[in-house]
Structure formats: structure tokens, C-alpha cells
């Protein structure tokens, strides 16, 4: 049973999301949170779409992450994400100009899960 | 099951979603959505928060909806909130400069759900 106080703390705000940064298994920032990708129908956030090398907003690659691979560390006041900026490298991105065409292709999300090894929720 | 289409068709943004317009049971613009509120743990979309009211940012109030109170509406490119702005003017509501305070106020989230005749999740 929750109670008030963990319940009360149990909500972040989307906007409060966006712009987090992100930490690898190294400890070491490897880019930070662009958005957040809900579920029409559930409501469910499914991934997080990842800011990537980019500085000041221009010439980073976007990396979508099954929203369940991202653990908030409280030290660090930011997430976490169990690899390192090298392994990031070779998973699954896109430029932010490709974004509508990749966000909505079945095949890249289906590679997103399959290389952070997370079961597809479709 | 889900089709190809159907699947890649049913997530959206949180960026996007911020800032869409809402609609009232009148169709009347009532506001639009300042941010999306959603569960730590879950990754739940718990409540969206309104933005009623203000010009270029200022002097509106915020409204907390439960989520599954907004229904999109592909015709007005924005959601439909089953209240008019009269009705909405009655509902819970808070200053953006007591934010933080009031979405971690149990008593409010309370009287959020009780009045859109929501049951709680929690």
C-alpha cells in the first residue's frame, strides 16, 4: 500500500524530463533526454528518445531507448543507462531530420528492443 | 493484434503533445497542455497539466486532468476535455508559482480525480 509521501513523490513532469542528462555503466554523461514517447491509447511511456553529442542543440544523433532501460540515480540527478558511449555508438540512432520517418518505423523500433535486449510490448 | 500500421501509428511525442490545444465539451478552445505528469516507476501518463488562460506564458492559470479525460480529436488537431471553460473556471487549479507545491499535494490530486469523477490509481 502506497502512502501519501510516495505517492505524492511518484510523478515527474514531462517537461521536468526533457533535458535530463544521461549517464552510461562508466559513470560518464553520454548525452541526455530529448523527449519521451507515449503510448496513444495506454498513456504508457515506451521509449525515451536520447540527445546524443549534440552541442548546443545542433549535430548530435537521437538514440530511442525502451523507456524501462533508463533508472533515475538521485547522486548523479540523472539517469542512468547500462552502456558505455561506445556501446551507445552501435546501437540503433537517427538525425533529428529523419525523426518523424524513424519514430514511426516498425522496423528500427523493433531493432531498439532487440539491441537493449528488453521484450517488445506490441 | 496490432498491425504494422496501427503500431507505429500509436506513440507521440511528449514534446508534441505539449503545447496542443484543448478543446472544450463546446468546442471552444479551453487551454493547452503545459506538461504530461507521469508515473516514476510505471511510466505512466497520470495527469496532464493545462495551461488555462495565460497570454504569451503569463497570467494563466494550471489545471491538472486526469490523462484518460483528454480524448484526441483528429478534426481540431488538439484534444477534447469534457467540460466547458465555465466548468473548467470551477475546477482545481493552481499558479505556475505553486507548482511544485501543489502536484505533490495529495489533497489536490485527490480533489483533481473527484471532481472529472475519475477513479483513483492509486
Known sequence: MQTQTQNSQDCISSDR??????????????GSVDCIMIEKR?????????DVGS???MGGSRHAVPWQKLEYD????????????EQLKEA???QES?????ISDQRHRTA????YSTPVYW
Chains 1, 2 share one sequence.
Open 112 to 115: 531498439v528492443y532487440d539491441y
Open 42 to 50: 495506454s498513456g504508457q511511456a515506451r521509449e525515451a528518445i536520447l
Open 74 to 85: 538521485v547522486d548523479k540527478g540523472g539517469y542512468r543507462l547500462d552502456v558505455t558511449e
Open 98 to 102: 529523419d525523426r518523424e520517418r524513424t
Open 92 to 94: 540503433p540512432s537517427f
Open 17 to 30: 524530463v526533457e533535458g535530463t542528462s544521461v549517464y552510461g555503466s562508466d559513470g560518464d554523461k553520454i
Open 55 to 57: 552541442f548546443l542543440g
